[in-house]
């Protein structure tokens, strides 16, 4: 793989990240218009069900407005795997993240987990993602 594939793969998770910690207009601009998401964590069922950017840009906005202090970053080093397609990368990224937020007592809980991206035609077409859950752990600390 060339090193601008590679360079599109990182920069995807990365635009995917901001997204979740809150620049929700970028969902129409790296969501394809129509997706796949499966969550494996208790309590995102929601997610589950979201097909098109809209719709997964208003779930990202009410899951910050009940975790105070939400923030999500990459960790580890992206596993990059994309060709070019009529022209545009297509294949699969996946990269640790931690997720941190301030619990009720005031407390922050840090969470690892996994997304796995794939790409088609450029856009994020599906994405499977794995976290630690509620009595997780974190991987780099």
Known sequence: MDDALRRFGVEAYE????????ETGL???IMAP???LRYA???TEAFDEAREPQQLAGLIAGWHGRRPGLRFRSEGVAVVDLTLVDGLP???VARPYLAEFTDEQGGTVARSGTDTLRITAGRISE????SSGAAGR???R
């Open 15 to 22: 635009r995917w990240t901001a997204m979740w910690n809150g």
């Open 27 to 29: 969902a129409a601009e």
């Open 34 to 36: 129509e997706f796949t």
């Open 41 to 43: 964590q208790a309590g």
């Open 90 to 92: 297509s294949g699969v």
């Open 127 to 130: 994405v499977w993602s794995v």
């Open 138 to 140: 974190t991987f780099y």
